[in-house]
Every structure is written in structure tokens, then in C-alpha cells.
T-cell receptor, first 115, second 114 residues
Framework: ETGVTQSPTHLIKTRGQQVTLRCSSQSGHNTVSWYQQALGQGPQFIFQYYREEENGRGNFPPRFSGLQFPNYSSELNVNALELDDSALYLC??????????????FGAGTRLSVL | AQTVTQSQPEMSVQEAETVTLSCTYDTSENNYYLFWYKQPPSRQMILVIRQEAYKQQNATENRFSVNFQKAAKSFSLKISDSQLGDTAMYFCAFMKAAGNKLTFGGGTRVLVKP
């Protein structure tokens, strides 16, 4: 177990709806990264939050947005859901700051199905 | 932009035998990190091994070892004495030394047969 928890584990939405996914980071970690993993593919980086600020973003449209809270937990919000948003969404926590990048520890993900 | 390629979609191995997974990557960076992650059916991505590009010595972690060839941009994973619990998807990943994101390959499914 990595100490990273995600909720919910599964979610079914319809096209056009909005969804919020949640992640609790490992104790002591101040950085959360979100990844989208389509079926049969490797994860793709969505964005990262470090100390409540966005710290890098992948090639995802603005309808993917996020938040990080003072306790370093995080939310991923997706508006105007599309069928292609169906995927496993992974959250990873790490200890960011100066020095070499630290290991990212992953949660078990949220499986989102868009109908 | 960095790319990571895993050319073997699926590998099978008998219990107690050895299997080697291939990974190649493309980057113009000189300093970076390479990782192998394991994703069992439980979906949780688990770090198997990490290699710093500036270290010539290949990383090892118990039954797992890598063959890092920087000039060839190759980073293979060897699983020795395979166990049933090694059955999973294995992902090779890249991160720039000053970076914040992992770039993953497409994965290799490993099936360990009794």
C-alpha cells in the first residue's frame, strides 16, 4: 500500500455532465500529479499541483481542472464530459521541492465511464 | 518531447524462469531518470526500480535488475526467478531531472505460468 487513496473507485456519467475525482496524498507529501490511463495504454500526464499551485500541465483541454487543498489532498474536475474521457484516472503523490525529483506513489485510481 | 516505446505487448514465462522486458526512449536531455512500474489487476501502479541516467551502474532490486544503455537509449528490465505474483502490466517511464511528469510507454503484459 502506498498511502494514496482515491475516491470513488468507479463512476458512471453521461456525456455533457461534470465530474469531481478526489485524492488523498501520502502523509508528508506536498505534490499531487494526475494521470489519465485509457484502456490498454500507458498513463498520460494531466497536471501537477505543488503546494496548492499548478506546477505543469500536459496536453489536456481547459475543461480538465484541478485543486489542491492546504492538507495537500487534491481534486480533478472534468466539465462537459465526452465519451473519450472514459478512462482510469490515477493520482500520484510525491515530496516536491529543490533537488532531484522524488518517486511518485500512485493510488488505485478511479474508473470513469462516460455513456 | 520525450517518447517511450515498449515493443513487446505481451510476454509469458514459466515460474522460476527469467524474462526480460524491452524499453527504448527518445530524449535530448542529458540528465534524467528512468523507472519501471508494475500495475497488477488491482490497478495500483507500484514502483519496481529506478535508474538515474548519470549513474553507470545498473540498478538492482532483489529479483529485478535493469540493463541501462545510455548511448542506445535502452532500458530493459530483467525479472529473475519469476513468481506468480509478478503477473501484471509493466510500464517503463521517463522523467527529466528537473521535471515533474512521468512519460510512460504503452506497457508489456507479463504472464507467469505455474
Amino acid at each position: 500500500e502506498t498511502g494514496v487513496t482515491q475516491s470513488p473507485t468507479h463512476l458512471i456519467k453521461t456525456r455533457g455532465q461534470q465530474v469531481t475525482l478526489r485524492c488523498s496524498s501520502q502523509s508528508g507529501h506536498n505534490t499531487v500529479s494526475w494521470y489519465q490511463q485509457a484502456l490498454g495504454q500507458g498513463p498520460q500526464f494531466i497536471f501537477q499541483y505543488y503546494r496548492e499551485e499548478e506546477n505543469g500541465r500536459g496536453n489536456f483541454p481547459p475543461r480538465f481542472s484541478g485543486l489542491q487543498f492546504p492538507n495537500y489532498s487534491s481534486e480533478l474536475n472534468v466539465n462537459a464530459l465526452e465519451l473519450d474521457d472514459s478512462a482510469l484516472y490515477l493520482c500520484a503523490s510525491s515530496l516536491g521541492g529543490t533537488g532531484p525529483p522524488n518517486i511518485q506513489y500512485f493510488g488505485a485510481g478511479t474508473r470513469l465511464s462516460v455513456l | 518531447a520525450q517518447t517511450v516505446t515498449q515493443s513487446q505487448p505481451e510476454m509469458s514465462v514459466q515460474e522460476a524462469e527469467t524474462v526480460t522486458l524491452s524499453c527504448t526512449y527518445d530524449t535530448s536531455e542529458n540528465n534524467y531518470y528512468l523507472f519501471w512500474y508494475k500495475q497488477p489487476p488491482s490497478r495500483q501502479m507500484i514502483l519496481v526500480i529506478r535508474q538515474e541516467a548519470y549513474k553507470q551502474q545498473n540498478a538492482t532490486e532483489n529479483r529485478f535488475s535493469v540493463n541501462f544503455q545510455k548511448a542506445a537509449k535502452s532500458f530493459s528490465l530483467k525479472i529473475s526467478d519469476s513468481q506468480l505474483g509478478d503477473t501484471a502490466m509493466y510500464f517503463c517511464a521517463f522523467m527529466k531531472a528537473a521535471g515533474n511528469k512521468l512519460t510512460f510507454g504503452g506497457g508489456t503484459r507479463v504472464l507467469v505460468k505455474p
